[in-house]
């Protein structure tokens, strides 16, 4: 019996042990003590491997980025100076820098595109608090950007509530989520009332204040489905006129806030029936920290560290019409031949911001 590159050979016949390097139990030990958020619970029901290499690994691919979530936190970003009062009586808070990552370098023709959505930003912030003015005049603000911290079966969640209000006086607290989305589709509403992220928040809410919410808000901003002329070669700011001047003439295409009302048994059932099983999961992977390289022996005990670090699930490899940005590592074995994958000095960047 003979080992190469981590490989046990016996005479003819080749034992995988693990692809996984001794390095990654105590990036899981380091992984947990920086707490547990939904949208790395929910990358993890997506594919347990590429929650790996997001969260344990904290490996992203170099120079790539999201429009949608740079958007999105510049949205949040003026809500959050909007409602807090911190611009003052101003309607419309100044656009902040995009947070790109340090390895993001624009291409020519991304500087066009980081202009409108910037563009984008002030005009949707613009029309959306001018909407929203007389439904915002009755209710009474208690906390926004809230970040809030709860022990839960010995592991540390985080959460950053975006807005907690009463939407009157005379009612009990909401919990408010901004979301950016791209259509409004009935099919979009359909799953809000339990979908993992929103009862999440509300459900930290309740376990670290003590406060069992009345409901939830969630205030989508619809980006516009319009494409810029290349016919007519409309210029970005032009484009962004045309945008405003459709997005005044029929707002409610654009705003929408679902009121989703909570009785007494919606966030114990969240946490019963939705919340724990995935606690569980969390907890396996967490008692594999304390586990040295050195004492692992057996196969078995390989075979159980891959299925709860390194399974895939192909479904996952490509959705909303884009390749997962681990694909290549995927396909090589996580060998990243052309080194194009580098690592995050955080793993809840939204969080560390
Ligand atoms: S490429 Fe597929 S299997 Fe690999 S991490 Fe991404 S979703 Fe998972």
């Known amino acids: ?16 042990k693990t692809i996984l390097d001794p390095e990654a139990l105590n990036q899981i030990a380091e992984s947990f003590s ?36 740079l958007f999105g936190d510049a949205v ?17 808070p100044a656009v902040p820098d995009f947070r790109f990552e340090s390895d993001v370098i624009l291409r020519p023709d991304q500087i066009d595109d980081h202009e409108y959505y910037r563009g984008l930003a002030e005009v949707l912030i613009k029309q959306h608090n001018r909407y929203w003015e007389t439904f915002d005049n009755k209710s009474i603000i208690e906390k926004t950007e809230e970040e809030v911290e709860y022990e839960y079966r010995g592991l540390r969640l985080r959460a950053k509530v975006d ?137 078995e005990y390989f075979d159980v560290m891959d299925s709860l670090l390194i399974s895939m699930n192909s479904d996952h490899c490509w959705s909303y019409n884009r390749p997962c940005e681990f694909l290549d590592l995927c396909a090589n074995d996580f060998q990243d031949f052309a080194a194009e994958y580098i690592t995050m000095d955080v793993k809840h960047s939204e969080l560390s911001k």
């Open 1 to 16: 019996m003979w080992r190469i590159n981590g490989r046990i050979w016996i005479g003819k016949i080749r034992m995988i």
């Open 34 to 69: 920086e707490g547990l958020t939904q949208s790395e619970m929910m990358t993890r029901m997506n594919c347990i491997r590429k929650w790996y290499f997001r969260y344990v690994k904290r490996i992203k691919k170099q120079g790539t980025f999201s429009w949608a979530l």
């Open 163 to 299: 807005m907690v209000l009463r939407p009157h006086k005379s009612e009990g607290i909401f919990i408010l989520d901004h979301k950016t989305c791209s259509d409004f589709s009935l099919g979009l509403f359909a799953g809000w009332s339990f979908r993992f992220q929103f009862l999440f928040y509300a459900w930290m809410f309740w376990r670290r204040y003590g406060e069992y919410p009345a409901g939830m808000y969630v205030n989508a901003i619809k980006k516009p489905a319009e494409r810029r002329s290349v016919k007519r070669q409309e210029s970005v700011r032009l484009f962004l006129k045309r945008i405003e001047g459709n997005v005044i003439l029929d707002p409610d295409k654009y705003f929408k806030r679902e009121r989703l009302p909570f009785d007494k048994t919606t966030l114990p059932r969240f946490e019963k029936y939705t919340l724990n099983p995935i606690i569980s999961q969390f907890e396996q992977v967490s008692g594999l920290s304390v586990e040295t390289w050195e004492v692992l022996e057996s196969q």
């Open 76 to 92: 949040h970003q003026m809500l959050e100076e909007y409602y807090s009062g911190a611009a003052g009586k101003v309607i419309v």
